[in-house]
Each structure stands twice: as structure tokens, then as C-alpha cells.
């Protein structure tokens, strides 16, 4: 059974950090995906990174460019989203997701498994 629980949120005044964790059990794949995504109230669900559990490759979406960093845990079991230089625009709840198949992981509805999502509130 997998699971996924995000973790880490919470207020933060512009320019500060946070660092988000994704904590993964469960699994019994030997190759998926961890994405992280985000939805502000009123918007669509965006994505903002993913890293693979095979190569460890990562990407992020241009807006979060040079400001997040998305890493694993050796053991492959946590998923971490460290966020610097937080602007308002930030401000979401932020879920992570894993990808159990050979699909693309920039496409959303290839994620199969989703967590709750953990609050980000960025003032001015």
C-alpha cells in the first residue's frame, strides 16, 4: 500500500525558506517518480518538480527555478523540497505525488498516488 505525507509547511515572510519533506512507504517498484505540486485557491494544480528514484534526475518549473531544490534520501524513502527566497506568489498547498510508471513525469494525471498536502503561506 503506498503512501505519501507531506510535511514542512507553514507562515514565512517574503524572502524566507522552508524546507518541505515527502515522506514515501510502501513501495515495491523499482523505478518511479516524486513530483511536487502546488494549488493556490482559485488556480489550477501546478507542478513544480520532480526528481526520479532510478538516476536521481531532477526539473523544476521556470518560476521556481534557482529558489527550490528538490533532493532524496539515500535510503530513497524521503523527498525533499528545500524553498529559498519565498515570494507571496508561493503561497499553496503543496503535495507530493509519485509516478509508478514508464510515463511521463511532467504530465499530471500520470500520478497515480498522491498525498494530503501541507500548507505555504508567504506574506509581504
Known amino acids: 500500500e503506498v503512501q505519501l505525507q507531506a510535511s514542512g509547511g507553514g507562515l514565512v515572510q517574503a524572502g524566507g525558506s522552508l524546507r518541505l519533506s515527502c515522506v514515501v512507504s510502501?513501495?515495491?517498484?523499482?523505478?518511479?517518480?516524486i513530483g511536487w505540486f502546488r494549488q493556490a485557491p482559485g488556480k489550477e494544480r501546478e507542478g513544480v518538480s520532480c526528481?526520479?528514484?532510478?538516476?536521481?534526475?531532477?526539473d523544476y518549473v521556470d518560476s521556481v527555478k534557482g529558489r527550490f531544490t528538490i533532493s532524496r534520501s539515500a535510503a530513497k524513502d524521503t523527498v525533499w523540497l528545500t524553498m529559498n527566497s519565498l515570494k507571496p506568489e508561493d503561497t499553496a498547498v503543496y503535495s507530493c505525488?509519485?509516478?509508478?510508471?514508464?510515463?511521463?513525469?511532467?504530465?499530471?494525471?500520470?500520478?497515480?498516488?498522491w498525498g494530503q498536502g501541507t500548507q505555504v503561506t508567504v506574506s509581504s
Open positions: 505525488a509519485a509516478k509508478t510508471d514508464s510515463s511521463s513525469p511532467y504530465t499530471l494525471s500520470n500520478y497515480n498516488y
Open positions: 510502501g513501495f515495491s517498484f523499482d523505478d518511479y517518480a
Open positions: 526528481i526520479s528514484s532510478s538516476d536521481g534526475m531532477t
